[in-house]
Each structure stands twice: as structure tokens, then as C-alpha cells.
């Protein structure tokens, strides 16, 4: 592959107008392979996080500490939509809720594995029925669809209240709004370069 070409897939890893076909299985690219890589990194960090740092205050609202990454994993699960297909959505599912159970605390390993597998696996229905019609509606229904599912599982199971709810929504939210903002300025760059 010449260095202009995977630019260009590197450059349209979220575009429209993908080959029809092969819905399933797609090649493994240096490119989908980074972006296993930031999906995983994003899981050991969530973790990570929510299991050593105390929460955030933002005003009156807590944030878990592993909030805005976890949020990040529901963009990069979209993304793996198009570099892996749904079968290697599954395989890296897998490959998180292993990790969730290998990394985090007893308390926050059981709640992560939980309520990671559950909103991925339905947020990757929602992207999945959504991308025909537009790819950015299934980057922003799925995420809000997995960020309502996981807050929802994994703050109860994971610190015994619905307290982090709000503070958990709002950090997902917030990542959901910037990785739609960096989708934003990669098309509009896409269409200065093609013009």
C-alpha cells in the first residue's frame, strides 16, 4: 500500500460510502490495528483509573476517574465497526471485558465486565443498524445508547449507589461531544484536500 493510499485510509476510517459487500471481515491494517490498540488502551485505563483515583468534582457533580476514557472506548468500538468489521468488534469486546476482569479491583473488575460487555455489545447493534444512513447519527446514537447502559450497570455495581450517575453520564458526554468534534474536523479536512 503506497503512502498516499493509507493516508487516505487513515483520513476515511469513519467515512460514508463504504464498499458493499464484505460487512463482516476486513483486512487487518496497520491502521485497525492502532485503533485495537487505543480501544484496549482506553479499557486498561478506565480501569486503571477508576480503580486509583478518587472521583472528580466538576461543581456539584462527582465524576468516576475513569469516566472520559471509558467514554472514549465507545467512539474507538465504532471505529473498529470499520477497520474489523462486527466480528472484530466482538474479538476486542472479548479482548476488554478479559482485561476489565485482569486489571481493576474485585468491585470495579465484576461492574466493568458487567457493564462493558452489555453496552458495547448493544451499542454495537445500534452503530451497526444506523451506519446505512449516516455515520455520524451511529457515532452519536451508539454512544449515547452505551453511555446510558453502562452508567446505568456499572455505578451501582461498582460503588454501591447511583450517586456517580449524573458525574458519569456528564464525563461520557463530554467524550462523546469532543471525539463528534474531532469527526467533525476530519471530514471537513478530507474535503479540503480533495477539493
Sequence with gaps: MTASKRSTVTASLFAAGRRSGDATARRVTGVSLAVLAGYVGTIVTANWASTHWSALLVGAVAVPAGTLWAGVTFSLRDALHECLGPRGVLAAIAAGAGLSWLLASPQ????????????????????????????????????????????????????????????????????????????????????????
Excluded at 144 to 153: A, K, N, R
Aim: no cysteine; net charge positive; charged share 10%.
Design 108 to 195: 470495579i473488575a465484576v461492574a466493568s465486565v458487567l457493564a462493558f460487555t452489555l453496552s458495547e455489545l448493544v451499542g454495537s447493534l445500534v452503530y451497526g443498524r444506523l451506519r446505512a444512513r449516516s455515520v455520524l447519527g451511529a457515532v452519536i446514537g451508539s454512544n449515547l445508547v452505551g453511555l446510558g447502559i453502562d452508567s446505568m450497570l456499572f455505578v451501582p455495581l461498582a460503588f454501591g449507589s447511583f450517586a456517580f450517575v449524573p458525574g458519569q453520564i456528564l464525563g461520557k458526554t463530554v467524550a462523546t461531544v469532543l471525539t463528534v468534534a474531532v469527526l467533525l474536523a476530519a471530514r471537513a479536512v478530507r474535503r479540503a484536500v480533495r477539493s
